[in-house]
């Protein structure tokens, strides 16, 4: 396969280029010499029709993304398992989260084979844990189509410290507490209060190992004010006993929500909607993502971004945190006057241009006007 190491320009359709060269560090070495191809630049445009390599290991096809913002903390790795496949079993010691982006299939968990099992079903959107120590086995339940499959986790951070891959994937270890019981490991998700936040989107949290449909899901809550505006709404998503954890926005047609910044690792995936992005680091130029169903980027550390939605239906992002043990930790905002763009302050440039997107589509924007005058703007059934 072509490769190529040249930068990828900021605002040309030049968003992404495979490059195994270059690699520097453990998880570089290990990922570079499967073959398969490494994805880097700012985004992927769509998931499901991004070229794969043959992964003989695990009888799939695969890729590795290693986007900008990555820059060494997360990994994403696409999976497309064969039509009426499944992938022979894989012991990982540590967790991982998989989004579905497309195609139906079935994962059983268990600790040794021929041992205590359980399996549940996934579909398109599912949004689902594979836990550390367990053996995790993939099926695709379609016999016509191949399913796609989004990880994630924090593996090439892991590896900085303990360089050896066959610690991660050939690791006698097992979990000797007994108070996880398998047949609850997947039931149902829960909600519980955040135990110091007490409002705005991570006022209460979705527990769960397992959440059948992020596109459909409605268990939202109303942002709070002054968070990131857009009357959005939001789920804070955590897998119990795991580090990863995520969160998923919703906002109207024909609106954005503010800029703002933290640190590196955050992986986000579009599930529903028509919209851009626009990123960019203090003082330099800015980068435009255009994304839909299945796209996928990473916000450099540090850089400021905001989203913006203009398709006629509301649009949903998954983001995939860092770990919470960073001192930038994922998308908290600590200091919302250094940290958070309002409104009034924006570069002209940011309305101008959303404005523009909307017009060449021939629609308007939903954004009141007073938004940009009162930094306090409560807005209507929203924040």
């Not at 945190?321 to 200091?335: F, K, M, N």
Request: hydrophobic residues 35%; contains cysteine.
């Amino acid at each position: 396969m072509q490769t190529t190491t040249e930068t990828p320009a900021a605002n040309t359709g030049e968003h992404w280029i495979k490059d195994p060269a270059g690699a520097f560090g453990a998880w570089d070495r290990w990922s570079t010499s499967t073959g398969l191809p490494i994805y880097q630049g700012y985004f992927i445009p769509d998931l499901r029709t991004v070229d794969l390599g043959w992964w003989e290991d695990r009888q799939c096809h695969a890729a590795f993304l290693k986007l900008s913002g990555q820059e060494g903390v997360s990994e994403g790795r696409v999976t497309e398992i064969p039509a009426g496949q499944t992938m022979p079993p894989l012991k990982f010691s540590i967790d991982e989260a998989v989004y579905v982006v497309e195609g139906r299939g079935l994962t059983s968990i268990f600790k040794e084979p021929g041992g205590e099992t359980v399996s549940f079903e996934w579909q398109k959107h599912s949004f689902f844990r594979l836990p550390r120590h367990f053996h995790h086995q993939l099926s695709n339940v379609q016999g016509n189509a191949p399913a796609r499959l989004l990880h994630f986790n924090y593996l090439p951070i892991t590896m900085q410290s303990i360089p050896d891959p066959d610690f991660f994937f050939n690791n006698p270890y097992t979990d000797s507490h007994d108070d996880l019981s398998l047949g609850e490991l997947y039931s149902e998700a829960k909600t519980m209060q955040h135990p110091f936040r007490q409002g705005g989107r991570g006022s209460n949290i979705w527990a769960g190992n397992f959440f059948p449909d992020m596109r459909a899901w409605d268990r939202l809550s109303q942002q709070g004010t002054g968070v990131r505006g857009a009357a959005a709404r939001g789920v804070s998503i955590s897998f119990p006993g795991s580090p990863i954890t995520s969160h998923m926005a919703v906002f109207p047609p024909f609106t954005y929500k503010k800029a703002h910044r933290h640190g590196p690792g955050v992986v986000i995936v579009i599930p529903t909607g028509e919209g851009f992005s626009i990123m960019w680091e203090e003082g330099k130029e800015k980068v435009m993502i255009p994304w839909n169903e299945s796209s996928v980027f990473v916000p450099p550390n540090r850089w400021f971004h905001q989203h913006f939605n203009v398709g006629n239906a509301p649009a949903r992002y998954l983001a995939m945190h860092a770990l919470p043990g960073l001192s930038t930790y994922s998308e908290r905002v600590d200091d919302l006057a250094r940290d958070q763009i309002e409104y009034p302050d924006e570069d002209p440039y940011i309305r101008q241009t959303f404005e523009a997107e909307l017009a060449k589509r021939g629609l308007t924007s939903n954004m009141p006007e007073g938004a940009y005058l009162d930094r306090d703007y409560k807005w209507a059934g929203g924040e």
